[in-house]
């Protein structure tokens, strides 16, 4: 019973998305418009779900003392500080519970939730961002090796693409005749994004979009339930 | 008399038929087509001599209040967030500005809600066609008939992940992609969730499931819970494993590496939806020297993985995980028949070039829902 | 053991390979120099659904990333808007990110210091904030947007605010541009906004993430313009005639791209170096 009653919920809003898509007339339209409400509504009560979550388990490894507890303390400190500060004054336009606290904007430059959202979490964000660069860097030193006829053709198309992208494309192979323009680094590495890329990533995508009907049919149909938490 | 009168009426209806077509000034208005009723779709052709147009619609005083006023010869403006069945009236007024000329066209229509969306009918179509075909192989499946399925060694290697993990005594690391509960591609991540749940529960190796959102990890619980039931260990479960970081992209980043670097995982799974931050998460990953294993719908951020992990499944091998892992007939059918889908889509495309290389361009225009 | 010690030379090459882009990067800052870019046809097409959309139309940028991105979206979300207001669109401002609703501010008042007081909140523009959902909240807004977004981020009634007086529906906009850095994201624009109810849009992407989108950039206009990363925010600066901060940033981020070449020539080398190192071993055996 447990697990039928959420199958037949998937079966009949499955149902009734699939026929809403095709028929306008109410009230098929209707029902979309209202499943999606309701999806709506129970994310924003998922929030304070998570938030619960992240209390509890940081609360929990404190109290245990578990390895490295210390650092569920600096999560639990810039969770309170952050909605505490955003509780009692508010942030950008909308006001807190005390106001938009003009004196303390005027000492800070802005609001008290704004200036650490500004010179702390965005530096922090855009550092945890920034070492995609550094893992690019190192992956590539590692994986462009030549090996195999495909490896190498990786690797020529990599040098291309990545040379390309940079402003000393222009400068390296402006010399090409007007004829030969194609030959161009900029050009050549437009041709292989838009045409051999774009071609491989469509192929992907429509297999992909056929195991995505598969699955849904398979979930809709109740013969996979595994994520409901009751496998076949 | 009432002969010349006739003949005068003619001639002036043949003059107005065969007058230059720029010289008359035409508009009207019609309920939009396969819609639920909410719009009207107004089209005007001009004559070269006005400068400004007015579109006014009715209110219910039937007091005229402008609707559009961006000037065109030959346009068309579709006005939506109407009530269906509702009878509307308008009129189009020109305006020469220089000449101080005008001259106000009518119209009137009434909205209705149509029973199908005409323009979807080749989405309709293919969609029956495919669904059938899996149903097909579905019930051949369950009729006993023998189905191939190719090896996919990213799958085959689970166990051994997993193995490898528990003879290390570390935990393993699972991550559901970054998506939301809406997105098909954490379903697939959940349900292989499932199967990676009920194998560390017999081997006795901890799991360790951190979620980006709320509902997402609310699920995991549910799944993880029933493979330990199903595993019989119900008391190895441990609800804190499977855990709620932060929404924020880059924060659960962070959060992950974190835990990759001081927990040490030996196995660490990446299934579902990842974006910019795909190479950061299995680089740590790699650092730590865990088997990895990840697997995404988005093919953007496959070089990523296949560069930095063990094992990569390609989309919709993420989608078909869950079938292959559990042998389960029925659900290997379905795989059946998405390569019928797959030869099906082949077929159209060579087609489609052939008709447009022949001119036949009905071809194109009904899969775009042109007739 | 072996395996250690191959994880530790890892460990080293790689705080090596770091260091090196570091210095990669602060070099062109500290001594900067001038390379020209050129725009392609992706950020070419992105800025003509812009530049031909008539004066007053209302528009929507949606602000769908967060600070971690802020470099390589925001001068994108700058370049747009100043475009915008140049055309006098009117701007709806909206995210499906968290963060978004501060990065739409922190854009407006950067762009608001060239235009001044010619620019007026809840006339020529308006932040509705952030609303979770994705997908489901673009539905929804095709069907009315202000059950979506009763009230802006200042906490002014949707009815009250000028610009949105004869807005009803998503239908009544003119183009969307989806500044995106994951999901919800362009994705969920192009699906619903383009797929469901044909309103332009175009995107803006980072770089990782571009190469994904660009099978929506076809004949059907799924993607009306992509701008992929610094260099595309670079593009759109040189189109609109003035040097940003992405132009700015494209001298290091050319120098990595070289250093990143030298690398894949230094792994090539090394991968060489070992593999003769074996065969000689190998022969040496042998012998």
């Not at chain 1, 508010?90 to 000492?107: F, H, R, V």
């Not at chain 1, 680094?185 to 890329?197: A, G, H, K, R, S």
């Not at chain 3, 009250?160 to 624009?189: H, Q």
Request: with cysteine; net charge negative.
């Amino acid at each position: 019973m447990k697990s039928k009653i959420p199958q037949l919920l998937a079966f009949l809003s499955g149902l009734v998305i699939l026929v809403a898509a095709f028929i306008p007339h109410t009230p098929f339209g209707m029902f979309e418009e209202t499943l999606t409400n309701w999806f709506m509504i129970i994310s924003s009560f998922a929030i304070l779900l998570g938030q619960s979550s992240l209390i509890q388990s940081n609360v929990a490894k404190i109290t245990q003392k578990a390895p490295n507890w210390k650092y569920h303390i600096a999560t639990l400190v810039s969770f309170g500080v952050m909605l505490i500060f955003g509780l009692l004054w508010g942030m950008e336009n909308t006001p807190g519970i005390l106001g938009q606290g003009e004196k303390l904007a005027e000492s800070l430059g802005s609001k008290p939730f704004d200036y650490l959202f500004e010179y702390a979490f965005m530096p922090l964000s855009s550092t945890m961002f920034s070492l995609l660069a550094f893992y690019i860097a190192s992956a590539a030193y590692r994986a462009f090796i030549m090996r195999t006829f495909e490896s190498n053709l990786l690797l020529i198309t990599a040098v291309i693409v990545m040379l390309g992208r940079t402003s000393f494309a222009t400068i390296l192979t402006s010399w090409i005749p007007d004829s030969l323009h194609f030959l161009r680094l900029p050009e050549l590495t437009d041709f292989i994004m838009q045409y051999p890329n774009t071609a491989a990533q469509r192929a992907i995508l429509i297999s992909a979009a056929l195991g995505v009907v598969g699955a849904s049919l398979r979930i809709i149909l109740g013969i996979e339930r595994s994520y409901l938490g009751g496998e076949k | 008399m009432k002969h010349l009168h006739l003949i005068l009426l003619f001639l002036l209806i043949s003059m107005v038929a065969f007058a230059n077509p720029e010289e008359i000034d035409t508009y009207y208005a019609e309920d939009a087509p396969w819609d639920d009723g909410t719009a009207v779709l107004h089209k005007w052709n001009l004559s070269a001599k006005w400068d400004s147009l007015s579109l006014q619609k009715a209110d219910s005083l039937g007091v005229y209040q402008e609707i559009f006023n961006e000037f065109s010869l030959s346009g068309q403006y579709k006005e939506t967030g109407l009530t269906p069945d509702i009878k509307h009236q308008y009129r189009l007024v020109l305006y020469n500005k220089e000449q101080g000329d005008s001259l106000t066209l009518f119209a009137e229509t009434t909205t209705q809600q149509q029973w199908f969306s005409m323009d979807k009918l080749p989405l309709l179509i293919l969609l029956l066609i495919i669904c059938s075909s899996v149903l097909y192989y579905i019930l051949s499946a369950r009729r006993g008939k023998e189905l191939f399925i190719r090896r996919i060694s990213g799958l085959d290697s689970i166990d051994e992940a997993i193995g490898r993990a528990t003879e290390k005594g570390k935990p393993i690391l699972y991550v559901p992609g970054i998506s939301d509960l809406n997105d098909i591609q954490t379903i697939a991540s959940l349900n292989i969730l499932n199967h990676v749940a009920m194998k560390s529960a017999e081997y006795g190796t901890e799991l360790l499931v951190p979620c980006r959102f709320s509902m997402v990890m609310s699920a995991a619980h549910e799944t993880v819970k029933d493979a330990y039931l199903k595993a019989g260990r119900p008391d190895a479960y441990k609800e804190d494993n499977i855990f709620y970081v932060t929404d924020d992209q880059f924060g659960f980043v962070a959060g992950v590496d974190g835990i990759m670097l001081r927990e040490m995982p030996a196995a660490n799974f990446f299934l579902g939806a990842f974006w910019a931050e795909s190479l950061i998460l299995t680089e740590t990953g790699f650092i730590t020297g865990a088997i990895q294993t990840a697997g995404t719908g988005q093919p953007h951020q496959l070089p990523f993985f296949v560069v930095s992990c063990d094992y990569t499944l390609i989309g919709e091998e993420l989608y078909a995980a869950s079938a292959y892992l559990s042998r389960d007939p029925q659900q290997l059918g379905s795989l059946k028949g998405q390569d019928f889908g797959k030869l099906l889509t082949i077929i159209l495309i060579l087609a489609g070039i052939i008709a447009e290389i022949a001119g036949f361009g009905w071809f194109k225009n009904f899969f775009e829902g042109v007739f | 053991m072996s395996e250690d010690i191959n994880l530790t030379k890892t460990l080293r090459e790689r705080r090596i390979i770091f260091l090196l882009l570091v210095l990669a990067v602060a070099i062109p800052i500290i001594f900067p120099f001038s390379l020209k870019t050129h725009s392609t046809p992706l950020t070419e097409k992105a800025f003509n659904l812009i530049e031909s959309t008539p004066a007053g139309s209302p528009v929507i940028i949606s602000f769908d990333y967060d600070p971690s991105t802020v470099t390589e979206l925001q001068p994108m979300a700058i370049a747009i808007i100043e475009h915008a207001w140049r055309k006098n669109h009117r701007i709806i401002a909206m995210a499906m990110w968290p963060q978004g609703s501060q990065m739409a501010d922190m854009a407006f008042s950067e762009v608001q210091k060239k235009f001044g007081e010619e620019k007026v909140y809840g006339v020529d523009y308006v932040n509705l904030g952030y609303k979770p959902g994705g997908m489901v909240i673009i539905q929804t807004m095709g069907r009315n947007l202000k059950t979506v977004f009763p009230k802006d981020t200042a906490m002014n009634d949707y009815d009250s605010i000028p610009l949105l007086k004869n807005i009803k529906t998503i239908k009544d906009i003119k183009y969307v541009v989806s500044l995106s850095a994951g999901d919800p994201g362009l994705r969920d624009w192009i699906m619903t906004a383009n797929g469901k109810f044909g309103i332009p849009v175009a995107g803006g992407t980072t770089a990782v993430s571009a190469p994904g989108f660009l099978p929506y950039v076809n004949d059907q206009n799924q993607l009306s313009g992509l701008l992929g990363g610094l260099k595309a925010a670079a593009e759109y600066e040189l189109l609109l005639g003035y040097e940003g901060t992405a132009s700015r940033g494209m001298n290091p981020q050319s120098i990595a791209h070289l250093l990143i070449l030298a690398l894949i020539v230094a792994g090539n080398i090394r991968v060489w170096r070992n593999r003769r190192k074996e065969k000689m071993a190998k022969e040496v055996n042998n012998g």
